[in-house]
């Protein structure tokens, strides 16, 4: 049996004297706590990350946003930390803010060489089912592009859909006793067609329809990977009374 417990402590929400008054810009940051028991362990495996987010407005239709994760992780005797890899990403909108546009980089910053006891736990940080928030410390360099239009059908039905592609570049991979060399992970290319429904003043239902098709991951150009494609249909809601209550309904 599993048992997962996350704490989140926010420490700096900056909407800033100077600079949020003249350009609307944040800085946001938290200190993230996730720890798992397994039945077949006697050890805890946990990681602390302190998620930065910058978001600077450099026109109206134009953001610019910077992620970047700094974590430690443990498992037992095998412990692990590091900065990793750092995204930038931009946004545009037009049409009447119906459509956006949007470019990615993600920044090859993070850990890629590990040693055996480092192999372990990323081996352990990796498995989905954990859902940590830095599964992977360290890749190569990212591109990623996409664009959605949504088209509002009448004042309570909107329509949209997206697409979007992400090129993974080739980095050297040094996990103990293996070191691969021009590692290519696959690429991804995905398809998003989504419904929004206002039901009443407060409260809106969601209906989204995602598929993600990915290339073979190669090494030394050899098919070492793949993964057949990827397809969700997630329902959701949201619930505002006036300005300041706020509810998510979980997605299914």
């Known amino acids: 049996m599993r048992k997962l417990f996350i704490f989140t402590i926010m420490l700096l929400l900056l909407n800033g004297t100077s600079w949020s008054q003249t350009t609307g810009g944040s800085v946001r940051t938290s200190l993230v706590l996730q720890y798992w028991s397994i039945e077949t362990f006697d050890d805890l495996i946990s990681e602390a990350t302190v998620p930065i987010q910058v978001i600077y407005p450099v026109r109206e239709n134009l953001n610019l946003q910077i992620n970047h ?143 993600n098709y990915y290339t073979a991951d190669k090494a030394d150009g050899e098919k070492i990977f793949a993964s057949g494609p990827r397809i969700m249909i997630k329902l959701g809601g949201q619930y505002q009374s006036g300005d300041n209550i706020y509810c998510q309904v979980p997605e299914l």
Do not use: C, H
């Not at 697409?163 to 590692?183: E, T």
């Open 69 to 211: 994760f700094p974590a430690l992780s443990q498992f037992g005797t095998a412990s692990m930390a590091g900065v990793s890899d750092t995204w930038i990403r931009t946004t545009y909108s037009f049409a009447n803010d119906n459509a956006m546009a949007s470019f990615g980089i993600g920044i090859p910053t993070g850990k890629t060489e590990l040693d055996s006891m480092e192999t372990i736990l990323a081996k352990m940080l990796s498995q989905q089912s954990f859902k940590f928030q830095l599964p992977v410390y360290g890749t190569g360099l990212t591109l990623s592009g996409g664009g959605m239009y949504a088209y509002p059908v009448n004042d309570k039905f909107t329509v949209g859909g997206g697409v979007n592609f992400v090129y993974r570049g080739k980095y050297d991979y040094k996990y103990f006793p293996f070191y691969i060399k021009n590692y290519d992970p696959g690429d991804q290319i995905g398809l998003n067609l989504g419904l929004d429904y206002m039901i009443n003043e407060s409260f809106r239902s969601t209906a989204d329809f995602v598929y």
